[in-house]
């Protein structure tokens, strides 16, 4: 059976070679306007959302992630917990020559701690495209929410909006509660 998958988009490999956007300041030319999550297609993942060489999404199939990697995705960041999944997402990861990074995340969120932001904080300091995901998509959305407010220094009703864009839904009163923001 041959698996097709659809170019994640064909802007991929030239976002690659780009400035991250998510390494400028907010208040630098192409400050959040080029962090603003655009809606993607990737075959085995429900959600998806690209930001510059960042994907953000669903938990994506074993094939999903052999299409990642041959497409130089080098880092895979997981906000599911332990025995969220069925397979050992970290083996095949790592198999495939990627980077497997745990960020663990209760489900459903009540909180999101200051661990959680500095340990993505530290991996979008990285190089290469990278997937960032939990089972839907909501949890690392926020998360990413509260690595803009408070690494990136976007405001927080920014933060919350790109948060939505990349697929944050439920965990947006836990975000709100973090940032003092009251949704405001």
Not at 118 to 137: I, Q
Not at 159 to 180: C, F
Request: glycine share 12%.
């Amino acid at each position: 059976m041959r698996i097709r998958f659809p170019t994640v988009l064909a802007l991929t490999s030239l976002l690659a070679c780009a400035d991250r956007p998510a390494d400028r300041p907010a208040d630098q030319p192409g400050g959040t306007a080029a962090m603003e999550p655009a809606p993607c297609t990737i075959e085995g993942m429900s959600n998806c959302a690209q930001v510059g060489d960042v994907v953000i999404g669903s938990q994506p199939s074993q094939a999903t992630l052999e299409y990642l990697a041959s497409q130089g995705y080098t880092t895979v960041v997981s906000t599911r917990g332990a025995g969220e999944i069925e397979w050992d997402e970290r083996a095949a990861v790592e198999a495939l020559g990627m980077l497997y990074i745990s960020i663990p995340m209760e489900s459903p969120v009540t909180g999101i701690t200051d661990d959680q932001v500095a340990a993505l904080d530290e991996v979008m300091g990285g190089e290469g495209p990278m997937l960032l995901h939990c089972g839907s998509g909501n949890r690392v959305a926020g998360l990413w929410g509260a690595w803009l407010a408070e690494r990136q220094e976007v405001g927080s009703a920014e933060a919350l909006r790109l948060a939505e864009l990349a697929g944050m839904t439920r965990v947006r009163p836990v975000l709100e509660e973090r940032l003092g923001s009251g949704g405001q």
